[in-house]
């Protein structure tokens, strides 16, 4: 006798439920998983901006000390 034809209903009907309990499991796992790569990513990009921003500050401040140098000097 297979082990199929030993399962009962309630056997059956509690393995469509927990099939049915997985499908739905993976597809909460795949949509975090695409959320979570959209998140490094915005990351990433917000800390390649805010490397720029901090170069962009550091020029600026290098420039308005030289500029004040060069006006303390007249």
Do not use: G
Request: hydrophobic share 30%; glycine share 0%.
């Amino acid at each position: 006798m297979r082990l199929f034809d030993m399962m009962t209903t309630e056997d059956i009907k509690r393995i469509k439920e927990l099939d049915n309990s997985l499908s739905i499991a993976l597809d909460i796992n795949d949509k975090y998983q695409r959320e979570n790569k959209e998140l490094k990513q915005q990351v990433e990009e917000l800390k390649a901006d805010l490397a720029r921003v901090k170069e962009d500050h550091q020029y600026d401040n290098l420039v308005h000390q030289n500029e004040l140098k060069s006006l303390r000097k007249k």
